[in-house]
């Protein structure tokens, strides 16, 4: 009796994985890159100081990441736009940071994370004369204090 046997080669075997890459994760945000992204600038009605209806939500939001950053410190700039002369435009600009100081301190935020400064007309986010960029201008500005 003849045994026929059919052997039939193994597959080989599957190539080894790829050797794992241990990329390193991206640097981490620094707290002044957090700041910038995150505290955004209230905008203001003209000649008003008081702030809109529409702008509570940013400020709410700004309110929630200082309340998560206790120990960051920062400076509200109040700005306007060029209309009005200096004086009056500084004493608006000292009312808009003002108004924002007191909705963040009513939110939590201590008194003494927060200064306020005025610049008045002195430091324009846009400067063409029309309304989108005096709106641009008459706003409260965010800076973080070291």
């Keep these: ?9 193994a597959a080989p075997p599957p190539p080894p994985p790829p050797p794992v890459r241990n990329n390193p994760p991206p640097p981490a945000k620094t707290l002044d890159q957090l700041f910038a992204e995150t505290i955004v600038p209230i905008l203001f009605d003209y000649d008003k100081a ?5 702008e509570e939500s940013k400020l709410l939001n ?7 950053n206790p120990t960051v410190k920062f400076q509200i700039e109040g700005h306007a736009d060029e209309r009005g002369s200096q ?4 004493a608006l600009g000292d009312e808009r ?13 201590a008194d003494a994370r927060m200064s ?31």
């Design 1 to 9: 009796m003849n045994v026929v046997v059919n052997a039939v080669a």
């Design 50 to 54: 008081t702030i809109r209806p529409t």
């Design 62 to 68: 700004n309110a929630a990441w200082l309340k998560q």
């Design 87 to 90: 004086e009056y435009n500084i």
């Design 97 to 109: 940071a003002a108004a924002v100081k007191k909705f963040l301190a009513g939110q939590g935020i």
């Design 116 to 146: 306020t400064i005025s610049y008045g007309e002195e430091r324009p986010a846009c400067h063409v004369q029309s309304e989108d960029c005096w709106q641009q201008n008459r706003r409260a500005a965010f800076v973080r204090v070291p």
